[in-house]
């Protein structure tokens, strides 16, 4: 590793930070978009859901939550697009620098955006009624998987940020990301799901992920589902990882 | 070693392909330390392909490349240290002020105190009333030269230009010439690109010509207006007629540096 690779992606993160706090805009829309899903279940499908929950905005937050880093990330692959587009991508890649914390840097600053967003929406939640009786340790456990999640979708987000022909292209990639809560426990429980999909749902990471958040805010046991959405978090990361890179060092030499 | 340490820049036989598409077939040129070496070429020529592998971006498919006495494949960590390259869109940060993009490179190119660089570098270009500002609200000219003002900074030996003045006004381009100029004069090695003729009459103090990726001639202005073989009036058709209007009319009052209006006072 680089002498300079811890001092050059912190000077590196000040930038793409800086490039945040300048446009709060991106933080506010992705916020806004899954606030409003939110606002629709609760108060328009929320009374005809029968979840076997009390309250539909505890059983919907983790959820939303996925939403909302799925759709933050798009901002990620944006952001690395547009300096890919500009030129100052080149100019720090022929710079004596850690070429990595390029990278880094954006991936740390998605990091932060996200965070962001995510206490945003969960003020939100707490207007509209969400209530948890969760512990420290319950809390920092949700953040944890949180974190995790950022990151696996981050680095896919990359790989749009890194090899896409437009801007449009950059971004489209999380549409589907978007969407794939709803194939989940998500909204509303998977039992009443016909068999093939019941199975997908059942089996596909959102859905582990959101049980286990939402077990975590209702002081439930979390039984496996933790440890399943651990597995499939830190296998997306990696994996995700990975193709970024090997995308970058093709894309810089 | 002798050879090394004259010149600044050494290229032999590179080659480079993208995919089916053979870019560069075999380019030798070498550039004297403390010149300026013009590399003119229409677009597609592979001038950038050129600069981005002097600048370590890419690799070439054959040949060798020194830059400041550094292989470009096997020290390239070196080469970076040694240049620095404005690339063909001006490479500055959008969003930040013109300060905070001179103090960012300051910072990752290690040096102490950012700030008085920048304050230093901010008048030297004439930036210092608009340093604070967003680069977003800069004009052509001044984000040219806020991105050559980066390039500057930690005084790297060699710097690359690509196409320093496309897009610009003439009062902008003439802008450009002079910072360029400043800098050879200081002793800088710099390499430029340009599809201008006039440009590469103004600044350099060698010439060659980049064409479907052979340098086809290289000597300074005087040697190369001496070639015009018939033969390759065949070849290029159109530019040898347009570039011998086109080096009268500026040839002739190109001495003020006001190059770029000139064709229209000869014409009046």
């Known amino acids: 590793m680089n002498k300079h690779f811890f001092g050059d992606t912190t000077v590196l993160l000040g930038r793409s930070l800086r490039h945040i706090t300048r446009s709060v805009d991106t933080i506010v829309t992705t916020a ?222 | 070693m002798t050879t090394q340490q004259a010149h600044a820049i050494q290229v032999r036989g590179v080659e480079k392909a993208y995919k089916e598409l053979q870019v560069l077939r075999g380019v030798d040129f070498t550039v004297t330390r403390g010149s300026i070496f013009a590399l003119l070429g229409s677009n597609g020529a592979g001038k950038t392909t050129l600069v981005k592998i002097l600048s370590t971006l890419l690799k070439a498919d054959a040949g060798t490349v020194r830059v400041n006495g550094f292989d470009v494949a096997t020290q390239a960590a070196d080469v970076r240290e040694s240049i620095s390259l404005t690339g063909q869109f001006a490479a500055v940060d959008e969003i930040l002020s013109g300060r905070e993009n001179l103090v960012l490179v300051a910072r990752l190119r290690h040096l102490k105190d950012p700030g008085r660089i920048a304050d230093d570098l901010l008048a030297r270009f004439s930036l210092t009333d608009a340093g604070a500002r967003k680069v977003a609200t800069y004009s052509g000219g001044m984000r040219r030269r806020l991105d050559i003002a980066m390039s500057l900074i930690g005084n790297p030996p060699i710097v690359f230009l690509d196409e320093p003045t496309t897009g610009l006004d003439p009062q902008a381009r003439i802008e450009v010439w002079q910072a360029v100029k400043e800098l050879a004069a200081q002793g800088t090695t710099v390499l430029l690109t340009t599809q201008y003729l006039d440009e590469a009459e103004q600044l350099a103090d060698r010439i060659a010509i980049l064409h479907e990726g052979r340098i086809l001639v290289n000597g300074t202005l005087d040697e190369l207006k001496q070639l015009l073989p018939p033969a390759k009036v065949e070849y290029v058709e159109k530019q040898p007629t347009l570039e011998d209007i086109f080096l009268t009319l500026v040839g002739a009052d190109g001495k003020n540096g006001d190059a770029g209006k000139d064709p229209i006072s000869a014409r009046k």
């Open chain 1, 32 to 253: 806004v978009m899954p606030i409003a899903m939110m606002l629709m279940f609760v108060y328009v499908f929320g009374g005809a859901i029968d979840t076997g929950s009390d309250s539909y905005v505890n059983y919907l937050l983790p959820g939303i939550l996925l939403i909302t880093v799925a759709s933050g990330i798009a901002y990620t692959a944006f952001r690395l697009f547009t300096d890919m587009q500009g030129g100052i991508f080149e100019r720090f890649q022929s710079m004596p620098i850690a070429r990595s914390s390029v990278l880094w840097a954006h991936v740390l600053t998605s990091l932060v955006a996200n965070l962001i967003s995510l206490v945003v929406v969960v003020l939100v939640a707490l207007l509209m009624g969400f209530r948890s009786g969760a512990g420290v340790l319950a809390w920092l456990s949700v953040a944890g998987i949180l974190i995790l999640f950022t990151l696996a979708l981050t680095w896919i987000a990359v790989i749009p940020g890194l090899t896409a022909k437009s801007v449009d292209g950059a971004s489209a990639f999380s549409y589907p990301l978007i969407f794939l809560p709803f194939l989940s426990s998500a909204f509303v429980p998977t039992d009443t799901m016909p068999g093939p999909l019941r199975v997908f749902a059942e089996h596909q990471p959102v859905t582990s992920i959101v049980n286990a958040v939402r077990n975590l805010f209702a002081e439930q046991p979390v039984g496996t589902d933790i440890w399943i959405a651990l597995a499939w978090c830190v296998g997306i990361l990696v994996v995700a990882y990975v193709f970024a890179m090997n995308t970058y060092r093709r894309k810089i030499s």
